[in-house]
């Protein structure tokens, strides 16, 4: 059982920067990996940013602008936004699933296979 709490969010203009983070209860063991997803009202859930054995994977939206990132130590998933978009205003949630899930974003069509935190809101102003 893994409870993921999310935090970090908060209201930005445009190019400005927020750092989101996860805190898992507990780490997450066997072949899990976790990622970062976002949405908007009335918009589908996307992914974000996916990390993997330190392998990090990003949408081309935020490409070369978030950097997804995890200290095993602390439990902890990162997610630094730079260069902040209006497009970007969503809520953000952390997750944790497969692999192949995660990597891919796949998680999003089917939620019930990973554990999802409540999500934390990022508006970005112009």
């Known amino acids: 059982q893994v409870q993921l709490v999310e935090s970090g969010g908060g209201s930005v203009q445009s190019g400005g920067s927020l750092t989101l983070s996860c805190v898992a209860s507990?780490?997450?063991?066997?072949?899990?990996?976790m990622g970062w997803f976002r949405q908007s009202p009335g918009q589908e859930r996307e992914g974000v940013a996916a990390?993997?054995?330190?392998?990090?994977s990003y949408d081309e939206s935020v490409e070369g602008r978030f950097t997804i990132s995890q200290d095993n130590a602390k439990r902890t998933l990162y997610l630094h936004l730079n260069n902040l978009k209006p497009e970007d205003t969503a809520m953000y949630y952390c997750?944790?699933?497969?692999?192949?899930?995660?990597?891919?974003?796949?998680?999003?069509?089917?939620?019930?296979?990973?554990?999802w935190g409540q999500g934390t809101q990022v508006t970005v102003s112009s």
């Open positions: 997750a944790a699933g497969p692999c192949w899930a995660v990597a891919t974003f796949s998680l999003v069509r089917s939620p019930n296979l990973g554990y």
């Open positions: 507990r780490y997450t063991s066997g072949a899990y990996c």
């Open positions: 990390i993997d054995n330190g392998s990090a």
